[in-house]
């Protein structure tokens, strides 16, 4: 790993780098942030657990960790039964792979990383969120053991490592360039290994999306929470093509290929096509 403040390389035993830059493990949690982002990271995160506290998507129950994507809690939940696809196409797409290095991006309260342990991987989560129940602090409830790191995802240079498995987990269209998150994601992947990104729905007239995206950021003004980084929050034409230029290969989800909704996307122009991405194509 390097240093996010001076890009030294970052000695792992005393988490220290040759400018004296100094990071610490936080309830199992490795903060890898730059002073500054972090103290505005963690001025966000005060509010948004609150903001997430009332709308109900904070996950209390400590048994339901392992059982997630699939646990019975969950059930009714869209957001679990896609994530339950991810796990399924995941995993059938590196079955013919040995089990080796996964890093996993936007790795969320880790249950992909906490699967992808159980598959043999040796698994790397990086996140913003690090809540113990909404983040990546939820390392604590899973029997399997995975490398939690705080860092500012838009900067994945401080992870000097390259994987087997890189997995950008739901989290690309969030990005205020998705492409070029998706070319560091690239470079992080090792020779033969095999990129992965879920969750993607890409939309010939945004302008819906873009509404909520702006209806959040008006809903955290009222609450005096400030965004800690910029976001698009939606992928449109422009970024499928730059995707199929860096030999990404933008694939339907099969659970989905029958689905109204899949017709319905066709015949209107302002609802999303739901694919994910496979690197190399």
């Known amino acids: ?13 005393d988490l220290r780098c040759p400018s004296g830059h100094e990071f610490q493990i936080v309830d199992g949690v490795l903060r890898l942030l730059e002073p500054v982002f972090a ?55 590196v079955a013919d792979h040995r089990p080796g290095t996964a890093l996993d991006i936007g790795a969320y309260n880790g249950w992909l990383s906490h699967n992808l342990a159980l ?5 790397t989560a990086v996140e913003y969120f690090i ?4 983040g990546i602090g939820a390392h604590r409830f899973y029997p399997t053991r995975w490398r939690p790191i705080q860092i500012d995802v838009r900067d994945l240079s401080v992870l000097d490592e ?9 989290c690309v269209q969030f990005a205020v360039d998705p ?19 879920t969750g993607m729905e890409i939309f010939i007239d945004p302008v ?30 422009s970024d499928e093509e730059r995707f199929r230029s860096l030999g990404v290969e933008l694939r339907p989800y099969p659970q989905l290929r029958m689905r109204l909704a899949r017709l319905a996307s066709r015949l209107d122009r302002r609802r999303g096509k739901p694919c994910y991405g496979v690197w190399p194509g």
């Open 119 to 123: 598959d043999g991987h040796r698994v």
């Open 179 to 197: 492409p070029a998150m998706v070319s560091q994601a690239i470079e992080r992947v090792a020779d033969g290994g095999i990129l992965i990104i």
């Open 39 to 93: 103290a505005r990271l963690d001025t966000f995160l005060d509010g948004f657990r609150g903001l997430r506290e009332t709308d109900g998507r904070r996950i209390h129950d400590p048994s339901i960790f392992p059982r997630l994507p699939f646990a019975a809690e969950m059930r009714h939940d869209p957001e679990w039964r896609m994530r339950g696809y991810d796990l399924q196409l995941i995993r059938r797409l």
């Open 1 to 13: 790993m390097r240093c996010p403040s001076c890009r030294e390389p970052l000695d792992e035993h």
């Open 131 to 134: 809540d113990e129940l909404d």
């Open 208 to 237: 819906v999306r873009q509404r909520g995206v702006e209806a959040l950021a008006e809903r955290l003004r009222q609450h005096c929470i400030e965004p800690f980084v910029p976001i698009k929050g939606y992928l449109e034409r």
């Open 162 to 170: 390259r994987f087997d498995l890189v997995v950008l987990n739901r």
